[in-house]
Antibody
Framework: QVHLQESGPGVVKPSQTLSLTCSVSGTSIDSGGYFWTWVRQHPGTGLEYLGYISGSGKTYYNPSLTGRVSMSADLPQNRFSLNLTSVTAADTAIYYC???????????????WGLGTHVTVSS | DIQMTQSPSSLSASVGDRVTITCQASEDIGSFLNWYQQKPGKPPKLLISDTSNLELGVSSRFSGSGSGTDFSLTISGLQPEDFATYYCQQYHFIPPLTFGGGTKVEIK
């Protein structure tokens, strides 16, 4: 069974960098056909797709994040990470990692999700 | 970005009711539309992919239809475990993929 689990600080100070890791079990992140993604959900609102990293290191970032985001993968540890710089209160959200079923370099849907981790941006 | 507009944003229904949620895309997305169910404190769960393909293990009381810009999710015979928030998501080949704003289905 595929399992994803987010980890990282629950509070980040404004202007600092938010760093989260997603540990994956039950499958290898360098297996074909899937991208490894991040999705966030602001309190009480909808879902925002942040982007993906593939097992080969290819990345896509949502332009709405205006160059503040980066993702990386640690194949030996079977995990991937999100870095979001210069955070503000608007980045307060639940952050989910999810496996994206991919074709033609596009994520089609998300089939496995972590439980999510709540991150608050506050001094 | 392609905007996804769901309606209604919330609805009240009774067990056994037939419920329909709609999702409108700001441009033609063919059949590239998925539906998720989210319960409080949980991540979204994929129900339907590619407009009408029911995921393994999902009850057949869920069905999806549509194409182009107009899509719908129907729950036939609402059950207590169906009270949740539902999201549509498009994945047109021009990224980024986007989600609808959600429809909260509450008990009447």
């Amino acid at each position: 069974q595929v399992h994803l689990q987010e980890s990282g600080p629950g509070v980040v100070k404004p202007s600092q960098t938010l760093s989260l890791t997603c540990s994956v079990s039950g499958t290898s992140i360098d297996s074909g056909g899937y991208f490894w993604t991040w999705v966030r959900q602001h309190p009480g609102t909808g879902l925002e797709y942040l982007g993906y990293i593939s097992g080969s290191g290819k990345t896509y970032y949502n332009p709405s994040l205006t160059g503040r985001v980066s993702m990386s993968a640690d194949l030996p540890q079977n995990r991937f990470s999100l870095n979001l710089t210069s955070v503000t209160a608007a980045d307060t959200a639940i952050y989910y990692c999810a496996r994206g079923f991919a074709e033609f370099a596009v994520v089609r849907h998300f089939d496995y999700w972590g439980l999510g981790t709540h991150v608050t941006v506050s001094s | 970005d392609i905007q996804m507009t769901q309606s209604p944003s919330s609805l009240s229904a009774s067990v056994g009711d037939r419920v329909t949620i709609t999702c409108q895309a700001s441009e033609d997305i063919g059949s590239f539309l998925n539906w998720y169910q989210q319960k409080p404190g949980k991540p979204p769960k994929l129900l339907i992919s590619d407009t009408s393909n029911l995921e393994l293990g999902v009850s057949s009381r869920f069905s999806g239809s549509g194409s182009g810009t107009d899509f719908s999710l129907t729950i036939s015979g609402l059950q207590p475990e169906d009270f949740a928030t539902y999201y549509c998501q498009q994945y047109h080949f021009i990224p980024p993929l986007t989600f609808g704003g959600g429809t909260k289905v509450e008990i009447k």
